[in-house]
């Protein structure tokens, strides 16, 4: 009797713990780029804006049920993502335009005088690796994370903020690095993509016709990436040979999104397109007009693709046509604030930042979007339009 007390004990405590939170370990989720997590059973989808009062280049990370969002000043925020309400925040002292990432509670960020970590639960620096500004996205694999700095070395940190890995591949690494089977992929502004392995081993470099800035990403035993040549690159992983390159017309800052299920590697550029390849062989798919800039890296879930623009709209796109299912303009088209924070999505939610300083959440799958808090000001100058036309017809009627 006892015995089967403790198991039903046992069995009790196991259903009442919470669920472990998955990790957020590199750039965009993982080293496919997809930055997508599926809700809990009782998330409640909520349309909401915040305002974190700095641009946000940076993408958030999903941890839980919060969002970790750092404001280019160096402020970083939880925010719920059911309320759109702050849990808590703090104060890096160092501008940032690198991504979060969490791991097991921890969140480790790039800043201008190197990397920090967090403690989730005290709300606190626990430790800090002093370098040069780093931009790149830290990646974590196996209780060590890895990052590049503008002074050209190659970072690993071990989980006390102690120096496991450093190698000097020559001008800024703003390349977020993913880890794939002990091996390293990071590009550089010397226009090379280099393979390290863990052993700090170099397997090869692949030097392109200018800077990466573009994180790679992988797939089908490939690395893909793209480079301010104006074209996207897909190399074999073991010795670095080019399998395809495609020109898109213009720098791809952008990094590819890739779905391994249908062949498809979804990435950006500077002319104004998001561009959807066959990963097999580089046939362009599809491509979407813009008509300015998309930096951002794409988001998928389901048969949906989401990604920001230069020009102030979030695009939801058909992903195997391109055709739109909606956008979004929170500025109203009269404040708009360029979209360089790339979109995530949990569950149904989908959470992004734009230069205005402010964080969205959209419903992708019922095709809603918060109300506008730049409405009201494109009304006020509608208004002034008009009375300054009113006064000016009167004006004009008097004289005659």
Known sequence: MNKKLLILLIIGLLCLSPVAAANWNSFAGGIDHNAFREESSD????????????????????????????????????????????????????????????????????????????????????????????????????????????????????????????????????????????????????????????????????????????????????????????????????????????????????????????????????????TCLDIRDGTIKWSHYTGDKVVTTPALKDKLVAFGSNNGYLYVLNKYTGAEEFTYNPGTILFNSAITSSPVINGNSLFFGDDSGNIYSLNINKYEVPGSTQMYFSIAVLIIVIIVAVVAVRKIKGRK
Do not use: Q, R
Request: proline share 3%; hydrophobic share 30%; with cysteine.
């Open 43 to 274: 998330f409640v989808t909520n349309l909401w804006t915040f305002n974190m009062e700095s641009p946000v280049h940076s993408s958030p990370a999903i941890y839980g049920d919060y969002i970790y969002v750092v404001s280019s000043e160096g402020i970083l925020k939880a925010i719920d993502m059911e309320t759109g309400e702050e849990e808590w925040d703090l104060n890096l002292e160092s501008p940032t335009n690198s991504s979060p990432i969490v791991h097991k509670n921890i969140l480790y960020i790039g800043c201008e005088d190197g990397l920090k970590a967090i403690n989730l639960y005290s709300h606190k620096i626990i430790w800090d690796y002093d370098c040069d500004n780093v931009d790149s996205t830290p990646c974590y694999y196996e209780d060590v994370i890895y990052f590049g700095c503008d002074d050209g070395h190659l970072y690993g940190v071990d989980e006390d903020g102690n120096l496991d890995f450093n190698m000097k591949l020559g001008d800024e690494l703003k390349s977020s690095p993913i880890v794939v089977d002990d091996t390293i992929y990071i590009g550089s502004t010397n226009g090379k993509m280099y393979s390290i392995g863990t052993d700090k081993i170099k397997n090869w470099e692949f030097t392109t016709g200018d800077a990466i800035l573009s994180s790679p990403a992988y797939a089908n035993e490939t690395i893909l990436f793209g480079s301010n040549d104006g074209s996207i690159y897909c190399l074999n992983e073991s010795e670095g040979d080019l399998a395809w390159k495609v020109d898109l017309s213009d720098k791809v800052i952008s990094s590819p999104t890739v779905d391994e299920h249908d062949n498809n590697v979804f990435i950006g550029s500077n002319e104004g397109n998001l």
